[in-house]
């Protein structure tokens, strides 16, 4: 049984930085993409951002090039998303994601949702 636990959600400037973690058990296939979508009120879930098992490959969506970096601990199977310079609009529920494909766009390929942590851009 796939568990996804999200953590490190909360309320920050505009800005300033967050780092969301992702402790992953239960992924028995090789081959996956695991990240992170979001979801502000009143609007669908979008792909925010994925790294991929087999080689490291990334994804980032357009708005968040270049301000969040995501990366993993094989160790711990643990996915960071390191979010800086963050706008009010980035605000949302994060929710980390794993696909069996190779796609991050649609969140109806997502084969396992976490629970979601909050994350407020606010002054």
């Known amino acids: 049984q796939v568990k996804l636990t999200e953590s490190g959600g909360g309320l920050v400037q505009p800005g300033g930085s967050l780092r969301l973690s992702c402790a992953a058990s239960g992924v028995t296939l090789d081959y996956y993409r695991i990240g992170w979508f979001r979801q502000a009120p009143g609007k669908e879930r979008e792909g925010v951002s994925s790294?991929?098992?087999?080689?490291?490959?990334?994804y980032y969506a357009d708005s968040v090039k270049g301000r969040f970096t995501i990366s993993r601990d094989n160790a711990k199977n643990t996915v960071y998303l390191q979010m800086a310079s963050l706008k009010p609009e980035d605000t949302a529920i994060y929710y980390c994601?794993?696909?069996?494909?190779?796609?991050?766009?649609?969140?109806?390929?997502?084969?396992?949702w976490g629970q979601g942590t909050q994350v407020t851009v606010s002054s």
């Open positions: 994601a794993v696909s069996y494909g190779d796609s991050w766009g649609d969140p109806t390929y997502v084969d396992h």
């Open positions: 790294i991929r098992s087999s080689d490291g490959g990334t």
